[in-house]
């Protein structure tokens, strides 16, 4: 097998990407690799990194790129982590976050953040990549997510059992305990998150979530004003069974002397007035 094919072979494992360290294991010289990025067969993405044979970027490839402009025992971080584990957070386009151990200077596209210490117990593997374990991402990105969304980072990891409340809340100082702590005001779904925001946009009494009433636990409740807020959607409740199960607990609730209201996802994401209209008039 010649060098080419070696650099070949090897960028199909690395998302398009190698370093030209592995450039000159492959068997290419210095000379080989500066007349390749003229002739546009390397690409060059920082120093000694390139993207093989293209200039359009595969899926990972400035992710992968970043960790072979690091060091061994560095790490993809912050949101660019989030984004991996698919937590719901709003990824940084601008960047790739990576934590490092090490003294390294920031760049374009690539953001350093020294730390004391990475221990191997927080780094996992995420499509081959060496990324902060979603514990560590929740710590390391609390302080720049706003209250509403580090809550719904965090109920989405648990929910998902990619961490544990008990693990973070070992380890939680600050925002992150704050949001452990908040009592029934810490949700299970999306749809709870979601519902929640609206609610406080609207300046509408807070709801309790995850509690008991009449046997079962409605997606939120205002005890006081005997409302109670049942979720729908085919994301959820996209059987038969799940169907009759929903309209059992309404039963129940209205058997209580609550007043259900009904929304549906589209309704929390589509249409937020009119979902903040139903709780208003529900509510007085």
């Known amino acids: 097998m010649g060098a080419d094919a070696r650099v070949a072979a090897l ?8 370093s030209a360290a592995q450039l000159l294991a492959c068997g ?14 390397l690409h060059r993405l920082h120093r000694s990194v390139y993207a093989v044979g293209h200039v359009a970027r595969p899926p990972l490839a400035l992710e992968t790129a970043a960790l072979l402009a690091a060091g061994p025992g560095d790490a993809l971080s912050r949101a660019t982590a989030l984004t991996l584990w698919r937590l719901p957070a709003p990824p940084d386009e601008r960047t790739v976050h990576v934590t490092t151990t090490s003294q390294r200077r920031s760049r374009a596209g690539l953001t350093f953040h020294r730390t004391a210490d990475l221990p191997r117990k927080d780094i996992r593997r995420v499509q081959g990549l060496a990324v902060t374990s979603p514990a560590r991402t929740i710590l390391d990105t609390a302080p720049s997510l706003d209250p509403d969304t580090l809550e719904a980072v965090i109920a989405a990891a648990v929910r998902r059992n990619l961490t544990t409340r008990a693990e ?13 702590h908040t009592g029934p005001r810490f949700t299970r779904s999306d749809a709870e998150i979601l519902l929640l925001k609206l609610v406080r946009a609207a300046k509408l009494p807070l709801p309790e979530t995850n509690v008991d009433v009449a046997g079962i636990q409605p997606d939120a409740v205002w005890r006081e004003q005997r409302v109670a807020v049942e979720v729908d959607g085919y994301e959820f409740h996209g059987d038969r069974r799940s169907f009759e199960e929903d309209r059992e607990r309404g039963v129940r609730l209205t058997a209580a002397g609550y007043t259900v209201v009904r929304i549906t996802w589209r309704q929390l994401t589509q249409q937020p007035h009119t979902v903040t209209a139903a709780l ?3 509510l007085a």
């Not at 960028?11 to 190698?18: D, I, L, P, S």
């Not at 290419?28 to 067969?41: C, E, M, P, Q, W």
């Open 28 to 41: 290419l010289t210095r000379d080989a690799i500066k007349h390749r990025v003229r002739a546009g067969r």
């Open 280 to 282: 208003a008039v529900a």
């Open 168 to 180: 973070l809340d070992r380890r939680a100082t600050g925002r992150v305990a704050q949001a452990l």
């Open 11 to 18: 960028a199909a494992r690395q998302h398009g990407v190698v």
